[in-house]
């Protein structure tokens, strides 16, 4: 029944049903003919009891006739005509009923026939005592006819009483056999009804209702999940079978894009894993390279600082200095003009002129001295200014890729959407901080330009005064030289002198310019500090902010 289809089933059902049909359409041509046969019997009864029911009308009509003969024996002809047609009218009934007659009527009919020879015979012997004109022998001749009606009337009796019996249970017969088939053909259709209900049951129960209901169930649970349920009767070759299949097909494909499903799940596990951990990767390594750049710019900066205060440190001294030596070139002015106008004392007051000059001297190389350490503090700040340019573009650099990090992060936080508002928050700021310290970093390029500019013009101002006062150490000496023979070069002496004191005029204007640069220098020193401090803190608040900044893409 498995490997038989739906199909063909039902079509055995129907073929069953059709056979059933055949069955009781035969048991039911039978019964009906087996009552029509049966019907036939009764109407040929009938008709045989009709023919005898005219048999018995002719023997009364003839009886009438005789009484007539008997009352007019002229009419004797007109009543031998009419006597021989009622007779032959008579004998031509027997053969009807004789064929549908059984063996007790066939004696009967038998019996009747020679009765109605007698009676024919009788009446014969009346028509030829009528046609004599004998009318005292019609009387005896009616007698015997009389006696031979009644033995055919009675005879007739007899088997018309038997017809009608015979008649009455042939129609008795018919009508129980009629009902006795009706009743089985209902027993049968009724029987045949519910054999093809019980067939089509089954056949829908078991073949079609019951494994559609445990594939329906077996769908439910693997809708639920449940991708380990056994289907029944997987080996079926009908429709179910290839249902069967076809769920089987779907719980194996189910089951497959399940563990693809799965594996896509622990591949996108996976890369979320590897994302994360380059991002973790690429946030340190960002986090080391910002934070050796952000420390750097820090040491700069405290480096930047310490020049700074080195510079104003200098600048200081340096203007001291400078005061010192603007004291001393008045002071040595204020000799040469003494010497100038002592001249005619010169030979009294040598020794106290080779003691001035020999003062002078040595103020002069304590003076190329300072200019020579002030030459090189010059030269440390022009260092050192370099130094913090070169810084300064190292953190304009750091300022345009922050920028630039900041406008990916302010992209990526726009493709995170609403998870990614804090993330841009941070990012704006961070591109805040970073536009503010390219502002700073330009301010200092600034001031750093600015203090290039008047450091290497304090250079040129402290070279010359180093020329000066080299030149004044050289007069000084050969003054002390010349003071031996001041008496024989008092004219040279006085030249030298004026010479002396132009230079030391001189190196008061240089001395002065001096001081104003050094001024100068330690105003920029204090600006560059400020801004270094400034630089400081962008740089302390630019890795906080870094740090925040990696804390979101580590959390993203």
Known sequence: MKNISIARKILAVVLLVGLVAVAIAILGWTELKSTTETYTNVGRAEEA???????????????????????????????????AKRSSEMLDRLPKLEAVADAAEKTQLSDIRASLETYFKAIGAMVDVAAAGDPAAVAPALGKALDAQKDVTAKVKVYSTYSSEKMAAARAEAGAKADRSAMVLLATAAAAILIGIGVSLLLANRGIARPIVAITDAMHRMAGGNLAVELPDANRRDEIGAMIGAVTSFRNDLAERHRLQREAEQRDSELAGERRRMMEEIAANFERQVGELVTSLSVAATDMQATAIAMSGSAGETSNAAGELSQAAGQTTDNVQTVAGATEELATSAREIGERILTASRLASEAVGQVDRTDHDVQTLASGSQTIGDIVQLIRGIAEQTNLLALNATIEAARAGESGKGFAVVAQEVKTLANQTAKATEEISSQIDQLQAATQNAVGNIKGIGEAIKRMHTASNEVAAAAEEQQAATQEIAR????????????????????????????????MQATARMLADNATRLKDQFKALLDGIRAA
């Open 49 to 83: 009891a009709r023919e005898a029911m005219d048999l018995r009308v002719d023997i009364i009509a003839i009886s009438r006739m005789t009484y007539q003969l008997a009352l007019a024996p002229e009419k004797a002809s007109d009543f031998k005509t009419e006597a």
């Open 496 to 527: 030298s002198i004026t010479e002396v004191a132009s230079g030391t005029n001189g190196v008061v204007r240089r001395v002065e310019t001096v001081y104003r640069n050094a001024a100068e220098t330690g105003t920029g020193a204090d600006k």
